[in-house]
């Protein structure tokens, strides 16, 4: 197992960015960013022994400076949607920086994603690790409070990638981070995920506005395009959707102390396979419906509608104006935290 490093510089980036790569000595590797404190890359070695690149990128390194489509960052302070950019806390009105119409989305215009972390690394026997730190000003895109973050991406032996997330607070504020990476497992130039099966272990999604802002309903996915229950190929029903998906799913099993299975991506045509464990209460599951070809992808190939899914791991979107949710608030007495586990294997093609 190894660790190493590399800077990537442009004159677009406000610094130059670390990469760390994590290597597991078996057939798996991630690449962390200081940028975000974010997913570059995440290579599986084929039958052949060629490295197949599991997540979508930029062709252009410029292109992180604005990150249009949240390529592969920490999200927060809250992910998701906030109607209306504002909330009530201890009787007061909190108003954040919009940056979707008058919402605010993935934690306003210069969110946790768009920052340059520290980090340190770590070498044990069974296991490689890359640890994140930053801290957030009270009042840093409109959130009280002073908080001091860590990510960190772990990689071990039995292809488990696993992202911890700690924060803490010196005053009451919400909080809800996941991850952005776009995932597409069959790692060929130009496919898209609409082959990709996905299992999901969600009962209900989360009914939406025009805006995608939750507007505190919950809706069964049974006998509807939204029911994964049973592994399903993503494009079978994907034409009944305005624009395909983009919404949070309630998951059936949740253990805020030990990550549960929550979802299975699969290809059938290479036979990859991604389980995805989590603390988390849902999953917003995102079929990039955005990516409109205006942007090349690492591989030179436009990044096409479908090009990539997102399974964002977080807390109810919009909670802090919806007292039915669950909270997300967190205190000075009581810290963040969440665990997300990925976790990579082949399936024989038969």
């Not at 490295?51 to 252009?60: C, G, S």
């Not at 979707?100 to 934690?107: D, F, I, S, V, Y």
């Not at 305005?242 to 059936?252: A, I, Q, R």
């Not at 209460?281 to 409109?292: E, H, I, K, T």
Request: negative net charge; contains cysteine; proline residues 5%.
């Amino acid at each position: 197992m190894s660790v190493s490093s590399r800077e990537l510089a442009h004159p677009a980036l406000a610094q130059p960015l670390q990469l760390i790569t994590l290597d597991n000595g078996n057939d798996l590797t991630a690449t962390l960013s200081t940028l975000g404190a974010g997913i570059w890359s995440v290579t599986q070695l084929d039958e052949s022994g060629i490295a197949a690149e599991l997540v979508l990128n930029y062709q252009d390194p410029a292109q992180w400076a604005v990150n249009p489509y949240y390529f592969g960052v920490t999200i927060g302070r809250v992910a998701n949607r906030i109607a209306a950019a504002a909330f009530e806390l201890d009787g007061k009105q909190v108003k954040l920086a919009a940056n979707e119409g008058a919402n605010q989305l993935h934690g306003g215009p210069e969110g946790l994603g768009s920052r340059f972390w520290q980090y340190r690394t770590e070498q044990q026997a069974d296991s490689v690790a890359v640890i994140f730190s930053c801290q957030s000003a009270d009042g840093d895109q409109g959130y009280p409070g002073n908080v001091v973050l860590e990510v960190c991406y772990r990689l071990n032996r039995d292809n488990e990638l696993s992202i911890d997330y700690y924060a803490t607070t010196d005053k009451l504020t919400p909080l809800s981070l996941t991850n952005h990476c776009y995932w597409n497992l069959a790692a060929k130039p130009g496919a898209d995920v609409l082959g990709h099966t996905l299992w999901l272990n969600a009962g209900h999604t989360l009914e939406v506005n025009q805006q995608l802002v939750p507007n505190g309903n919950l809706l069964a996915v049974a006998g509807t395009a939204f029911d994964f229950q049973q592994a399903k190929t993503i494009g079978r029903d994907i034409a009944q959707l305005t624009n395909g998906y983009d919404h949070f799913f309630v998951l059936n099993n949740i253990n805020k102390q030990q990550p549960q299975l929550a979802a299975v991506l699969t290809d059938p045509g290479s036979g990859r396979v991604m389980d995805i464990l989590t603390t988390e209460a849902g999953m917003q599951f995102y079929s990039g419906n955005f990516l409109d070809g205006s942007l090349n992808g690492a591989d030179g190939l436009p990044l096409s509608k479908f090009a990539g899914l997102c399974l964002e791991t977080h807390a109810y979107p919009n909670a802090v104006n919806l007292p039915q949710f669950p909270s997300i608030l967190i205190t000075p007495a009581q810290a963040y935290r969440q665990r997300t586990i990925y976790r990579f294997y082949t399936q024989r093609i038969s």
